[in-house]
């Protein structure tokens, strides 16, 4: 099993970015999705989060009505697009699957926001 994250660069504060994380040997409709971060010195956060059903998303109070999270089935990826991004959000941005008593972590992409 394999998630390859992807989309991280620099942006200026305001902008938007979308993050991919492919994912190989599962299938991202069978499983809960998040993505998390982890800004220089702090610990890793939630960020966002939906259900294997879809039909229900969660966020963190510091990015809900900016960031988006979804998935394709077809392409068997999850996404998810930042809007509206703040110098803070600089972080580490790692994608995660879990089902049951398994779950996964993609290797993480750089997002930097600059002021």
């Known amino acids: 099993v394999q998630l390859q994250a992807s989309g991280g660069g620099l942006v200026q504060a305001g902008g938007s970015l979308r993050l991919a994380c492919a994912a190989t040997?599962?299938?991202?409709?069978?499983?809960?999705i998040a993505w998390f971060r982890q800004a220089p010195g702090k610990e890793r956060e939630f960020v966002a989060t939906?259900?294997?059903?879809?039909?229900?998303?969660d966020y963190a109070d510091s990015v809900k009505g900016r960031f988006t999270i979804s998935r394709d089935s077809s392409k068997n990826t999850m996404y998810l697009q930042m809007d509206s991004l703040k110098p803070e959000d600089t972080a580490v941005y790692y994608c995660?699957?879990?089902?049951?008593?398994?779950?996964?972590w993609g290797q993480g992409t750089q997002v930097t926001v600059s002021s």
């Open positions: 995660y699957a879990r089902r049951y008593w398994t779950d996964y």
């Open positions: 939906i259900g294997w059903s879809g039909t229900t998303a």
């Open positions: 040997g599962l299938t991202v409709s069978s499983y809960t």
